[in-house]
């Protein structure tokens, strides 16, 4: 089967950092994403890893290690405009560029 | 460009009754997506498109046919509504060159309620 594990719900105070982690199983693995939702508004694109390592776009970096089925999404200088769903999901071939997402993160910044 | 555009925004529909969710896209793109997401929940593939004329199963296809008849538009039907057919239901589409072709491209969404 195929599933993907991220915390149900993370807050956090303005001005923190906060990483919010995803681990999967999947029967096929060429990348994992992240994406954002507002509101249940049309999901966001944030990052993409397809290699091991950090990839840094802003604020926003995430993380991926392929032999340990992990990665993360870090979130740093949080504003209250970053309470949001965060939804991780892997890309489990090359050719038809399909997704499986995770259950999502409801991030919630306090003043 | 408008980018993913989907008709309608709300529907109610009686169980039993049918209709079909359009998705339009202008940006070129070769794949399309059709999910459809339930509260607390991530996004589900229902139907997919790598092209013109072709169509493939995700994993919640029962219930649900679609069609792409042109590159731009990407249709979903629902011949026999279900209250368990009361969702979210997002487009999305991707290019398959270039900068970001991993990215996905969503629409607004379409709220389905099946009474």
């Known amino acids: 089967g195929q599933s993907l594990e991220q915390p149900s719900e993370v807050t956090a105070v303005e001005g923190a950092i906060v990483q919010i982690n995803c681990t999967y199983q999947t029967s096929g693995f060429y990348g994992l994403s992240w994406y954002q939702q507002h509101d249940g508004g049309a999901p966001t694109f944030l990052s993409y890893?397809?290699?091991?390592g950090l990839e840094e776009t802003g604020r926003f970096s995430s993380f991926l290690s392929r032999s340990d089925s992990y990665g993360y999404l870090l979130l740093q200088e949080l504003q209250m405009k970053d309470s949001a769903s965060y939804f991780c999901?892997?890309?489990?071939?090359?050719?038809?560029?399909?997704?499986?997402f995770g259950q999502g993160t409801t991030l919630q910044v306090k003043p | 460009n408008a980018g993913v555009t989907q008709t309608p925004k709300f529907r109610v529909l009686k169980t039993g009754q049918s209709m079909t969710l359009l998705c339009a896209q202008d940006m070129n793109h070769e794949y399309m997506y059709w999910y459809r997401q339930d509260p607390g929940m991530g996004l589900r593939l229902i139907h997919y498109s790598v092209g013109e004329g072709t169509t493939a199963k995700g994993e919640v296809p029962d219930g649900y046919n679609v069609s792409r008849l042109k590159k731009q538009n990407f249709l979903l039907g629902l011949e026999s509504a279900a209250p368990s057919q009361t969702s979210v239901y997002f487009c999305a589409s991707r290019g398959t060159s270039g900068y970001r072709s991993y990215e996905q491209y969503f629409g607004p969404g379409t709220r389905l309620t099946v009474t």
């Open positions: 890893n397809a290699l091991d």
């Open positions: 999901a892997v890309r489990p071939s090359s050719n038809t560029g399909k997704l499986i």
